[in-house]
C-alpha cells in the first residue's frame, strides 16, 4: 500500500475484505509529513494571525523551520526520548514544535491553553517533561508551577526578544540564530511520538503513550470520514477545534499534510458562528471537522449558502452523537455538502464512522468500522459477544497493533486492563449493533462526561471545587444540555450553614476555570446537605444522576 495515497475501495465490504495494514519499515511523521510531496513549495498553512493578518507557509518553510527549532532544542540537551510539551494554540509554532521534537527522537506532549495551573502542573510533572514551548497566554502559569515540575528545565515561548523575559527562551530568537539541515532521527512506526492525556472517572487523567504508527492511522480514517477527498493541492481543512486534541491534531492537521492538502489556522478564543463561515469562505475550505457544538451553533445562521460563497464539500463530526436535527440541517441547508460523524478514542484511534462514499448516514449513529479493524458488542460482565439490538461494551482488534497505544504512561496495571487476552481493546463505551451493522452509542460505561466534545473526568474537578474552603464535599456529572450535549452538574455540601448560595457559585465557577479549564467549569451547581456515599465513603455519582 502507497502512504501518499490510501486505495479507494467502491464498497465499504470490498474495504473490509481487501485493506490490510502494511506499514513502512521506516517512518518519521516529520519527513512523511514534509518531504515526500512532489511540490514541497506548495501552501501547507494558511494562518491568520490575529494581529498581523494572513500568513503562509509551505511544506518547505515548515521543514527549514522545524530544522531550526530542532538544532535549537538538540543545542539545550534535548535527547531522543526526552518529553517536550506544546502549549500553543492554532498557530504555525504548534506544529513546528511537534515535527521539531520528531526530527530529534523526541516524544510531544500536546496540551491546551485552555488549561488552568493545576491542569498542565499534573501533566508536565507526570510526564517528566523536559522541555515546554508556551503560548504567551500561558507563560504565567508556566513560572507558577515550575518549581512542581522537577524534570522541567527548559521554557520557550512564541516571541523575540522584546517581548520575553526572564528566563525564558524567545522562540524567534532560537529560530533566527539556529541552522537548518539538522540529520533526522531514524525512526520506525514503533518509535514512541506522544503522550496524550485523557480524563478518567475514578483517578488521576491519564497519559497515553504512542507511536508514530498513530499519525498513519489517522490519516486511514480521515480519508474514508472525509469521504475521499484528501486531494494533494486541492482539499483545504480548517476545524475551530484545539490543536491539542487527538481529532483535531492527527484526525485533521496532520492528515491534512500526511495527503499534501493545505490546513487553515486561526486561534480564536471562543465561536462566533458568523465569523466561522467568513473565513470559510475567505480560504475556500472544502473539508471541515466540526464538533457537534460548533455545528449547532452554525444552524443560528440563516441560509448560509446564500449569505456566503462557500466551497465546503464534508463535514465531519466527533465527540458527542450528532442528533438527527443537525444532521436534518446539514441536508436541507447545503446542496451538496455531506455530514459524517466518526467516533474513535485518545488510546484508540479513529475507529468507526460514517462515510458517504460507502452507505447511508443514519443520523445518531456512529456509523460502521473503518477498514483495518474488527468490532465487538460484548457483555460487560463475561466478555461474550452480545447478538445484534443488545447493548454491551464495545471491543476493537486493529489490523496492525501499532495504529493503537502502546500503554498508559508509567500505569501497566492499567494498560493490562485495556486489552483482553485475545487481543481486543476495551472502550468502557456502551452500544448496540442494529440489523444493518451501524453501531449506537448508549453511554459511557464509567462516569466521564462528553461535553462539547471534550471528555471531562468528574474526579478532577471534584477535586479542584473542594479547593475552596467552603466546599466540604463534592460530587459533579453530566446532565442533558441542548447545545453542549452534556453540562457539567456539581452537587456541592458546603461546610457550613452560613454560606451566599449566589457568591458561592460564582467562585467555585472562576476556582475550576483558573484551576483546570474553561470546558471544565460546572454550568450547573446544586447546594445539598449531605452526599450519598458508598459504605467505602466514595461518591456515588449514578445516584446524583438519578
Given amino acids: 500500500m502507497s502512504w501518499t495515497v490510501m486505495p479507494t475501495f467502491e464498497t465499504h465490504e470490498r474495504a473490509h475484505e481487501e485493506f490490510s495494514w502494511e506499514l513502512p519499515d521506516e517512518f518519521n511523521p516529520a519527513v512523511d509529513f514534509l518531504r515526500k510531496h512532489d511540490d514541497t513549495s506548495r501552501t501547507a498553512l494558511r494562518y491568520e494571525d490575529p494581529d498581523s493578518g494572513l500568513e503562509t507557509y509551505s511544506f518547505d518553510d515548515l521543514d527549514e523551520r522545524s530544522d531550526r527549532l530542532a538544532a535549537a532544542l538538540a543545542d539545550r540537551g534535548v535527547e531522543a526520548g526526552d518529553r517536550v510539551g506544546v502549549v500553543v494554540p492554532q498557530k504555525p509554532q504548534n506544529p513546528i514544535t511537534h515535527l521539531a521534537n520528531w526530527k530529534l527522537g523526541a516524544v510531544s506532549v500536546p496540551l491546551t491553553v485552555l488549561f488552568g495551573r493545576d491542569a498542565l502542573q499534573y501533566r508536565l510533572e507526570d510526564s517528566d517533561a523536559t522541555a515546554v514551548v508556551v503560548d504567551p497566554s500561558v507563560r504565567e502559569a508556566i513560572e507558577e508551577i515550575r518549581d512542581d515540575c522537577p524534570s522541567l528545565e527548559i521554557v520557550i515561548e512564541l516571541g523575540d526578544a522584546d ?24 525512526a520506525t512506526p514503533e518509535t514512541p511520538t506522544a503522550i496524550m492525556y485523557t480524563s478518567g472517572s475514578t483517578g488521576p487523567p491519564k497519559g497515553v503513550r504512542h507511536s508514530h504508527a498513530l499519525w ?122 455531506a455530514i459524517n460523524e466518526f467516533y474513535g478514542q485518545t488510546e484508540l484511534n479513529l475507529v468507526v464512522g460514517n462515510s458517504a462514499n460507502w452507505f447511508e448516514t443514519q443520523p445518531g449513529s456512529m456509523g460502521k468500522p473503518f477498514p483495518g479493524y474488527e468490532v465487538r458488542v460484548l457483555d460487560p460482565e463475561t466478555r461474550t459477544e452480545l447478538p445484534t439490538g443488545e447493548v454491551g461494551e464495545l471491543a476493537v482488534k486493529p489490523g496492525d497493533r501499532r495504529v493503537f497505544f502502546d500503554e498508559y504512561w508509567k500505569r501497566p496495571e492499567k494498560t493490562a486492563e485495556k486489552r483482553t487476552d485475545d487481543g481486543w481493546f476495551l472502550t468502557d463505551d456502551l452500544v448496540y449493533r442494529d440489523d444493518d451493522g451501524y453501531l449506537w452509542f448508549v453511554s459511557r460505561a464509567d462516569d466521564v462526561i462528553l461535553t462539547s466534545g471534550y471528555r471531562v473526568g468528574p474526579m478532577e474537578v471534584e477535586e479542584a471545587i473542594l479547593h475552596h474552603p467552603e466546599a466540604e464535599q463534592a460530587g459533579v456529572v453530566g446532565v442533558p444540555d441542548e447545545t453542549r450535549g452534556e453540562a457539567i452538574k456539581a452537587y456541592v455540601q458546603p461546610a457550613t450553614d452560613d454560606y451566599d448560595s449566589d457568591r458561592l457559585r460564582t467562585e467555585i465557577r472562576e476556582l475550576v476555570r483558573d484551576r483546570l479549564a474553561e470546558y471544565e467549569y460546572p454550568k450547573h451547581i446544586a447546594f445539598v446537605d449531605e452526599l450519598p456515599t458508598t459504605s467505602t465513603g466514595k461518591i456515588q455519582r449514578r445516584s446524583l444522576r438519578e
Fill in 163 to 186: 517581548t520575553v523575559t526572564g528566563d525564558a527562551d524567545a522562540f524567534d530568537e532560537l529560530l533566527a540564530a539556529a541552522e537548518p539541515g539538522i540529520d533526522v532521527y531514524d
Fill in 216 to 337: 498513519l492511522g489517522r490519516a486511514a480514517a480521515a480519508y474514508n470520514y472525509f469521504d475521499h477527498g484528501l486531494e494533494p493541492g486541492a482539499a483545504t481543512l480548517w476545524t475551530p477545534a484545539d490543536w491539542a486534541w487527538g481529532a483535531a491534531l492527527g484526525g485533521t492537521l496532520f492528515a491534512a499534510w500526511h495527503h499534501g492538502c493545505t490546513v487553515v489556522g486561526w486561534p480564536r478564543d471562543g465561536f462566533d458562528p458568523e465569523d466561522a463561515y467568513a473565513l470559510m469562505e475567505r480560504h475556500d475550505v472544502t473539508t471541515a471537522f466540526m464538533p457537534p457544538t460548533a455545528l449547532r451553533l452554525l444552524m443560528a445562521v440563516d441560509d448560509p449558502e446564500q449569505a456566503y460563497d462557500l466551497s465546503l464539500e464534508t463535514l465531519a463530526s466527533a465527540g458527542e452523537p450528532l442528533t438527527s436535527e443537525v444532521v436534518d440541517w446539514v441536508e436541507e441547508t447545503f446542496a451538496d455538502v
